[in-house]
């Protein structure tokens, strides 16, 4: 079984900047295309970001594509979300996501979030 | 605003039937496959149904997913008090180049 543990949340100033960690309990990690996906009250739940792998393909929805990078550490079992330039819409909780071997939307794994609050 | 539509709540009695749709409005679920998700309060989402209709290990036959032409649809049999949550459907989407989810249903278990 897959464990994912985020950290990183908290209170940030609109502009600010805040960075995301997800350890992943899994000696095949280096196997997994982690995503972040957020939550907020009003929206409820949306695709951020994915990385492959190897860490070498990532995407971004495009509501913070160029404000936010994702990246991994393999030896770390780590991933990654650099939020920049965050803006008071970002505020959600943020999830880490493992998808499903051979899938695209199929989150077989989540962590327990993080609260990210952006505001003033 | 999501490109799925889901009816914001919906209610059962113990024992009953509840079915919850997912509407792609004008686009066509076409090939694409439906996941569906359990999200309890205070907890993370759970993959409740994969690929239109499979369920994961461990997860109940009472849950059963299907779809057809612009709607897919969830259904628990044998409701029980724990199957309260919100139900989130998602699809891929080519145009964002991303998963997409629906705006959630919260079902009530009277």
């Known amino acids: 079984e897959v464990q994912l543990l985020e950290s990183g949340g908290g209170l940030v100033q609109p502009g600010g900047s805040l960075r995301l960690s997800c350890v992943a309990s899994?000696?095949?990690?280096?196997?997994?295309?982690m995503n972040w996906v957020r939550q907020t009250p009003g929206k409820g739940l949306q695709w951020v970001s994915a990385?492959?792998?190897?860490?070498?393909?990532?995407r971004y929805a495009d509501s913070v594509k160029g404000r936010f990078t994702v990246s991994r550490d393999n030896s770390r079992n780590t991933v990654y979300l650099q939020m920049n330039s965050l803006r008071v819409e970002d505020t959600a909780i943020y999830y880490c996501?493992?998808?499903?071997?051979?899938?695209?939307?199929?989150?077989?794994?989540w962590g327990q979030g993080t609260l990210v609050t952006v505001s003033s | 605003q999501s490109l799925l539509t889901q009816p914001p709540s919906a209610s059962g009695t113990p024992g009953q039937r509840v079915t919850m749709s997912c509407s792609a409005g004008?686009?066509?679920?076409?090939?694409?496959?439906v996941f569906w998700y359990q999200q309890l309060p205070g907890a993370a989402p759970k993959l409740l149904i994969y690929?239109?209709?499979q369920r994961p290990s461990g997860v109940p036959d009472r849950f059963s997913g299907s779809k057809s032409g612009t709607s897919a649809s969830l259904s628990i049999s044998g409701l029980r008090s724990e199957d309260e949550a919100d139900y989130y459907c998602?699809?891929?989407?080519?145009?964002?180049?991303?998963?997409?989810f629906g705006g959630g249903t919260k079902l009530t278990v009277l």
């Open positions: 996501a493992k998808i499903a071997v051979g899938g695209t939307t199929d989150f077989d794994h």
């Open positions: 899994a000696s095949t990690f280096n196997n997994f295309v």
């Open positions: 990385v492959t792998g190897s860490g070498t393909s990532t």
């Open positions: 004008s686009s066509n679920f076409g090939t694409s496959w």
């Open positions: 690929r239109t209709d």
């Open positions: 998602a699809t891929w989407s080519d145009s964002l180049r991303g998963p997409v």
